[in-house]
């Protein structure tokens, strides 16, 4: 009898604190569509976009008619000269990739533009959202915008040390 006691006194402490316990979610697309500025942000990186878009395509064009071009010449040029518009050719290719690359690759140009233009964007709504869960005293602000998401957590509620520990990585 006394264990089902015990049982039953730690179930309803486990339940209170899940009680107790606040949550809130968000759809952060949906803030970012009704923000002015995020709007202005986002035209002004698909200006920039569409600008070095247009730009490696006049590369890789130009590179299309020399070879073009080369077709039609390669019969009359000698092993050198071909050699020569071959190697042209692949250079002003490799150029372009190149480009590309260096303009919508990983951390790339668009990728610190869309930093420099967005980040102070999401930086307000985080502080927005940290003075929210402090105002109504949430513990978790999920962001269902990209599949559920933990947008902010009480960092009370925290237990990485005490992993930590657990590993032996952290006394």
Same mark, same amino acid.
């Given at each position: 009898m006394k264990r089902v006691l015990l049982m039953l006194a730690l179930l309803a402490g486990t339940f209170s604190m899940v009680q107790a316990q606040r949550y809130a979610v968000i759809d952060s697309h949906y803030i970012l569509e009704h923000m002015p500025e995020y709007q202005t942000a986002q035209k002004k990186l698909d200006a920039i976009a569409k600008q070095w878009q247009q730009e490696? $395509? !006049?590369?890789?064009?130009? !590179?299309? $008619?020399? +070879? $073009? =071009?080369?077709? !039609?010449? #390669?019969?009359?040029? /000698? &092993? /050198?000269?071909? #050699? #020569?518009?071959? &190697?042209?050719? *692949?250079? *002003?290719? #490799? &150029?372009?990739?190149?480009?590309?690359? =260096?303009? @919508?690759? +990983? =951390?790339? &140009?668009? @990728?610190?533009e869309r930093e420099e233009l967005i980040k102070p964007i999401q930086d307000r709504i985080y502080a927005a959202v940290q003075k929210l869960a402090a105002q109504n005293m949430y513990d978790f602000v999920l962001d269902k915008a990209g599949g559920i998401t933990v947008f902010y957590a009480d960092p009370k509620l925290d237990k990485s040390d005490e992993v930590l520990k657990i590993l032996g990585i952290k006394n």
């Open positions: 490696i $395509q !006049a590369k890789l064009q130009h !590179a299309n $008619q020399l +070879y $073009q =071009q080369y077709n !039609a010449e #390669k019969v009359m040029l /000698t &092993d /050198t000269l071909r #050699k #020569k518009r071959q &190697d042209e050719i *692949m250079n *002003m290719e #490799k &150029d372009a990739r190149d480009l590309q690359q =260096q303009r @919508f690759g +990983y =951390q790339g &140009d668009l @990728f610190k």
